[in-house]
């Protein structure tokens, strides 16, 4: 077990019905809020309003940064920033999914930082710290919930870029399962993929020794496999919402990743360039890599990957070779992916090999990636060319 | 899923040479500091010079409240609450196992409550907050260093009770692995059995749809299976030491229990009794009761009783019926106590009948016990009479 540090000071309230302590909890960490949320779909199915009436009924003073698009823009948090500073914001209440979530993270910091808030993400130590932040999570996918990452999309640059800051951590979330029950089928399938892209990310490493947290990340995969299939067939089945809910929470908070191999994190940057460029959803994006990277890093920890199709897929090994064991557990993984309705190729998503290129350049354009193999321009290009 | 409220703000610093860290962060949090420890191995071993070197490195003022025993007594924490007060202590820094860090925890909260600090085990919510708690864990076992439980003895009156509240979270846990190297075996099994009992009393509860939380309890006890062997046989094995401390954390941090069933927490209060009036290790008198528990409430969740035989224990059904099944895995579950050196009978551990109903009553004095089984007087002395 390689040494760590560990702190995750976000407060979980979760649970039916749980959405109505928002105005209650908000009101004790300030009096005038900025209400932030996505494209409007809290309008169309009351969460809007019932949020609402809570902070009214607790007397804060409101300000609304709405239109959040998926694969947030600096745009939009430089704006919250602004509304923050004119108006001496007393803090954040970001009700939505990742997106939302991760902007409300970045206006937070912003709110108390002097320059521009792009400056997070070319120097991760420039969070200075960040004003209250309350979510309430709409949408089970990104684990932003409970973490301390944010990712945002600069639309001048074509950057799609990531941070990390101990300040980034939620001061309080509010996970309502109720709250993802008119979530659509694609997006619910698009969230089931990140949270099981997150968990690959954390459990296929190089390192010896962390059996606990293999066996963690292998309860994750399997509670995922088992409960997708019932949020599927029935939007709203509470426990099959919960389970995945707290999956979501529970395969991005940093405690699989600092107590384990310490992540590899090699197609979620690859998925960023693609979702920059196409703007595609970033859950589609990882169906269609993950398990081609799988393949190109199989014969460098083969055991890690008949591990995983012995104890997740319960694929007998037989006469298998650990290759043949391997490979069996990823086409798993990929006709899962096919099941569940995620598209598995480019092509399916509408992307041609036209930028493949350029996208290898821009993937490995703050360094190389990954540490099980460490991945340069031509393993992507080559990687995103399997994926066609 | 049930609903909850979850929040563990304790930072973990973890591994190999972090204990070097201690200074440096206790000078963070104040100036003048208790170091609290037990009986005198942390001297034997350098551990208390090692300590000791770091703190007058940063020149804090140290106070020293040596001698805690195991079972840890009410008057030793008011001999620590009152240097607080008298010598206006900044943090407490507590260097042992969970006698120790339960020591640590009361004493600092007692510093800061005008009463007596027992007031604390006869109504938690009198615990009013504390003053900065730093730990360095010695040995594997309580999970106290990462949660807001705290568990002392009365000697006047016979009572071992225990308390929680969220602020006796530590402020900082210091997990180093290499401080458990000299435990001697039957502290390391002792340890051993109680983060075991830890997770069962979190994974057999009747509530349904906790998927996850008994994917991760499961994936505790194979961990604690697969590494125990490793310490037994060599105490320096660096990674058979991290695991099995990073187990004990996991077993009782309240993420299993807050998420999950909530605990059953019946034979802990019930060793809590044997070992008032006994003075036997804590882990021996779980590992004594644990099993003739199970075969109590077996008939009352048959089927988390086979789930833990076929998935913990690989016993495979083929034509056992549940109660066979079940019967199988609680059966391997004392086999196992007996492998690794833990008594399984009270006689054994030098107790017979003579005081059984006594201890029976004092188990109940504050209510029935349980929720699988709500267990009355009657039910505790006969659980104690199968234990004989």
Redesign the interface.
């Known amino acids: ?18 959405t109505d302590r928002v105005g209650k909890e908000c009101q004790k960490l300030g009096k005038k809020v900025l209400f932030i949320y996505g494209g409007g779909s809290i309008k169309q199915n009351g969460l809007y309003d019932r949020i609402m009436k809570h902070l009214q009924e607790e007397k804060l003073v409101v300000y609304e940064l709405g239109g959040v698009k998926p694969n947030p823009r600096i745009d939009k948090v430089r704006e919250g920033v602004a509304i923050c500073k004119k108006e001496k914001i007393d803090l954040v209440l970001a009700v939505g999914g990742g997106s939302v979530l991760d902007t409300g993270k970045i206006v937070a910091a912003g709110a108390i930082y002097p320059g521009d808030p792009w400056d997070f993400f070319i120097d991760e130590h420039k969070i200075p710290g960040k004003i209250p932040l309350v979510t309430v999570l709409t949408l089970a996918a990104t684990g932003s919930e409970m973490n301390h990452n944010a990712v945002i999309t600069n639309e001048e640059t074509l950057e799609k870029l990531g941070t990390h800051n101990p300040h980034l951590y939620p001061t309080l979330s509010i996970l309502d ?1 109720e709250n993802t029950y008119t979530v659509p089928r694609d997006q619910t399938v698009n969230g089931i993929v990140d949270m099981m892209a997150h968990v690959f990310e954390q459990y296929f490493h190089p390192f ?2 962390t ?2 947290q293999d ?2 990340a ?3 995969m ?2 995922i496999i ?2 997708t299939p019932r949020v599927l067939q029935n939007p709203t089945d509470y ?1 099959g919402r ?2 995945i809910m ?2 979501g929470t ?1 395969a991005l908070n940093h405690l699989l990743e600092e ?1 384990g191999g310490g992540g590899e994190w090699t197609c979620h940057p690859i998925e960023h360039v693609l979702s920059a460029v196409y703007d595609i959803p970033h859950g589609a994006g990882l169906a269609i890599i993950f398990p081609q990277w799988m393949k190109y890093v199989l014969d460098v920890i083969p055991h890690k990957f008949t591990q995983f199709a012995e104890r997740v897929w319960e694929i007998p090994r037989a006469n298998k070779s650990d290759q043949e064991l391997g490979l069996a557990g990823i086409e798993r993984t990929r006709e899962w992916f096919r099941e569940i309705g995620a598209p598995t190729t480019l092509r399916e998503a509408g992307i041609g090999e036209e930028k493949l290129t350029e996208m290898a350049r821009m993937a490995v354009k703050s360094g190389n990636l990954g540490v099980t193999k460490v991945l340069d321009e031509k393993d992507v290009e080559e990687i995103l060319r399997m994926s066609l």
Chains 1, 2 share one sequence.
């Open positions: 077990m390689r040494n760590f540090d560990y702190c995750n000071p976000t407060r979980i309230i979760f649970g039916k019905g749980e399962p010896p020794e059996p606990l066996r963690w292998e309860g994750l399997k509670t088992e409960y426990d919960a389970v707290w999956c529970m107590a």
